[in-house]
Nanobody, 122 residues
């Protein structure tokens, strides 16, 4: 069992930046991919970004060039640096881990964090 604790959400104006952090504990030996999903009201949970244990990253098209995912394998922590935020980025952001090399869909996720709210005002 892996426990995930997120931090760093909040309220920011459009064009601003936020950095999310997620620390994993428990059965961390089972972790391969780490990532961030997001869920806006009335919408399905979707991938924002994922990163492999070797540092290969994938992003959904809407965040490419604005978000950067990174991880520290020594501390089992994953980060999401979000720049040039837009109102449409408003969502609950969930940290996720899985056994596959990358997380490209929510069905590949083994463990979820509790979620952190990101609100971008126009």
């Amino acid at each position: 069992q892996v426990q995930l604790v997120e931090s760093g959400g909040g309220l920011v104006q459009a064009g601003g930046s936020l950095r999310l952090s997620c620390a994993a504990s428990g059965s961390i030996f089972s972790i391969n991919a780490m990532g961030w999903f997001r869920q806006a009201p009335g919408k399905q949970r979707e991938l924002a970004a994922s990163i492999s244990s070797g540092g290969i990253a994938v992003y959904t098209d809407s965040v490419k060039g604005r978000f950067t995912i990174s991880r520290d394998n020594a501390s089992s922590t994953v980060y999401l640096q979000m720049n040039s935020l837009k109102p449409e980025d408003t969502a609950v952001y969930y940290c996720a881990v899985g056994k596959t090399p990358l997380l490209t869909h929510r069905l590949l996720v083994d463990s979820w964090g509790q979620g952190t709210q990101v609100t971008v005002s126009s």
